[in-house]
């Protein structure tokens, strides 16, 4: 049975530093694309970073050059560094995978940056 749990999210203020962690269980991570989304009130969810098996990364836009995605194959634990947050960073971060057609979310971590 897949699962994901993330952590490591929090308050922070604007221009402050973030990494959340997202520990699998039941599958491999270096073997599956990994996928960080965020979902903020009244928005759709949206990806935030990705990381394949290959080792290929793509970001949003609004992310690139402060955000990290980067994997632990020994902890089987994807990470999302995050720098220089804003209040727009602010939302529920949730880890993903597709194994074939099942697709795995977490539970989500709340970001809220605020001054």
């Known amino acids: 049975q897949v699962q994901l749990v993330e952590s490591g999210g929090g308050f922070v203020q604007p221009g402050g530093s973030l990494r959340l962690s997202c520990a699998a269980s039941g599958m491999i991570v270096s073997l599956y694309a990994m996928g960080w989304y965020r979902q903020a009130p009244g928005n759709q969810r949206e990806l935030v970073a990705r990381?394949?098996?290959?080792?290929?990364?793509t970001y949003a836009d609004s992310v690139k050059g402060r955000f990290t995605i980067a994997r632990d194959n020994v902890k089987n634990t994807v990470y999302l560094q995050m720098n220089s947050l804003k209040p727009e960073d602010t939302a529920v971060y949730y880890c993903n995978t597709r194994i074939y057609s099942d697709n795995y979310w977490g539970q989500g971590t709340q970001v809220t940056v605020s001054s």
């Open positions: 990381i394949t098996s290959g080792g290929s990364i």
